[in-house]
């Protein structure tokens, strides 16, 4: 008997490798389970045409340091190309609701709708236009061309613009875009009809002269620009000339009337004198006749 297996004991090695399998099978289940959570934690999150702010949850809606930051650089790419490929219909629909909503529950919605002040509203609540789309109208005083930092989304130049409108009197909303229309001047030159239509980013740090300032960041979709015609320059400078010949010849009417007048003073001047000299009688001098006389 002491030779034999109770048949008890036959069944541990069975146990053992069953049990083995087991926790092998169920560590595998954890660690894919473990690695499908962290791809869902880092996967972005879903946005809209209506509001993109999912994407900026961890983007603070003010910063003190200038410019972009290391730390928010695949956010801001992410929304450039977003802003780049989303569909211009559904972009501007959204927009024009959520501005009009916007009015509705304004102070200043007893003025008409294209009266509405966007920038003041954006300064004043920014918190409400953080991911929301917007369309912004004015003239443009300055643009900058660069290269992109490295990205995943195919994004090579970086075009900005500082736009200027109606309300905002001399403080500019900054926009970023991934291109620019074609024949859009570069540099510091005023650029007039100038429509944006795309994302607040978040309020953007700029160096001013007495301190640092916020100005709105704009991811652009689109920079409309209505440049001026052929047929416009021409008339223009057809208006210039006519300007100009009015201008010489009021001008001249002027010292014309001012000569005549000079030159009717001195003719009566000179017929007074004549007058003058007629009227008076030369006096009767003592003669050797008259004395005789």
């Excluded at 501005?99 to 609540?125: A, C, G, N, T």
Aim: hydrophobic share 35%; with cysteine.
């Amino acid at each position: 008997m002491s030779g034999l297996i109770h048949p008890r004991y036959r069944l541990i090695p069975f146990c053992r490798v069953a049990l083995s399998c087991c926790l092998l099978c169920g560590f595998g289940n954890f660690v894919r389970a473990e690695k499908k959570e962290k791809k869902e934690v880092t996967a972005p999150l879903q946005v809209t045409p209506e509001n993109i702010k999912p994407w900026l949850r961890d983007v603070p809606l003010k910063i003190r340091r200038t410019g972009i930051l290391p730390e928010e650089a695949e956010t801001y790419y992410r929304v450039l190309a977003y802003a780049r490929d989303v569909d211009s219909r559904d972009v501007k629909k959204a927009a024009r609701a959520f501005l009009e909503q916007r009015w509705e529950h304004s102070k200043w919605h007893k003025r008409p709708r294209d009266k509405f002040p966007v920038y003041v509203d954006i300064y004043l609540h920014p918190e409400s236009y953080q991911g929301r789309p917007v369309i912004m109208k004015g003239h443009v005083q300055r643009t900058v061309r660069g290269k992109a930092s490295q990205n995943e989304f195919g994004i090579e130049e970086i075009c900005e613009a500082w736009l200027y409108t109606e309300d905002s009197q001399s403080n500019p909303t900054v926009v970023v875009a991934t291109g620019f229309p074609e024949g859009f001047p570069i540099g510091e030159k005023a650029i007039d009809h100038v429509t944006v239509t795309g994302y607040i980013y978040r309020m953007y740090t700029y160096n001013a002269r007495d301190t640092r300032r916020f100005a709105p960041l704009l991811v652009a979709h689109e920079i409309r620009w209505t440049p001026p015609s052929e047929s416009a320059r021409n008339s223009s400078q057809i208006w210039g000339i006519i300007i100009l010949l009015l201008g010489v010849t009021v001008s001249g009417s002027l010292l014309g009337i001012l000569f005549l007048t000079i030159h009717r003073k001195k003719e009566q001047s000179r017929k007074n004198v004549i007058e003058a000299l007629e009227d008076f009688s030369s006096p009767d001098f003592e003669t050797e006749d008259n004395r005789d006389a």
